[in-house]
Antibody
């Protein structure tokens, strides 16, 4: 059974950093693009970042320059390094996958909660 | 930046048909996807590439995309279909989600 399991969320002060992890299992990780999507409290879905199978990366304007997405094929994992965090980054962060670039997100993790507050 | 607009809410009686629109500039020239999210759960893809249903998604879910509007239709709506529905498309290399529509049965 395929799974995406996020971890690393927590409470962090404004200006702080956090690293999220996404562990994949049950499918051939290297064949899929990986994405991070977030959902603020009571809000809709917001795409954050994507990484292709070859390591090409894309970011939303709201996180560009502050967040870095990466992947480690040997560990079937993706990471989201989040720096200079703001209150507006408070959200549930989901890891999701797609079969290739510019397609939909066919499987999602359960999410990890990030709270930015002093 | 590209935007996708959905009605905030749709109310439907059990067994009736619910239609949810998603509007965006020249949306019909892009592929759209639809996701269902129930309270406390992660989103689930229910439509891909405008009208296709992933395996396991009931036939009562259908969709179309033309002009500037994509439409998700739920025929014979059931109580279990109460959820928030999001459309999604790509604007070059940026994924864009619709504003979300709460369906109340």
């Amino acid at each position: 059974e395929m799974q995406l399991v996020e971890s690393g969320g927590g409470l962090v002060q404004p200006g702080g950093s956090l690293r999220l992890s996404c562990a994949a299992s049950g499918f051939f990780f290297s064949f899929y693009d990986i994405h991070w999507v977030r959902q603020g409290p009571g809000k809709g879905l917001e795409w954050v970042a994507s990484i292709g199978t070859a390591g090409d990366t894309f970011y939303s304007d709201s996180v560009k320059g502050r967040f870095t997405i990466s992947r480690e094929h040997a560990k079937n994992s993706s990471y989201l390094q989040m720096n200079t965090l703001r209150a507006g980054d408070t959200a549930v962060y989901y890891c999701t996958r797609s079969t290739d670039a510019l397609t939909g997100f066919d499987s999602w993790g359960q999410g990890t909660v990030v709270t930015v507050s002093s | 930046s590209y935007e996708l607009t959905q009605p905030p809410s749709v109310s439907v009686s059990p067994g009736q048909t619910a239609s949810i629109t998603c509007s965006g500039d020249k949306l019909g020239e892009k592929f759209t996807w639809w996701y269902q999210q129930k309270p406390g759960q992660s989103p689930v893809m229910i439509i891909y590439q405008d009208f296709k249903r992933p395996s396991g998604i009931p036939e009562r879910f259908s969709a179309s995309n033309s002009g500037s509007t994509a439409t998700l239709t739920i025929s014979g709506t059931q109580a279990m279909d109460e959820a928030v529905y999001y459309c999604q498309a790509w604007d070059t290399t940026t994924a864009v989600f619709g504003t979300g529509t709460t369906v109340t049965v």
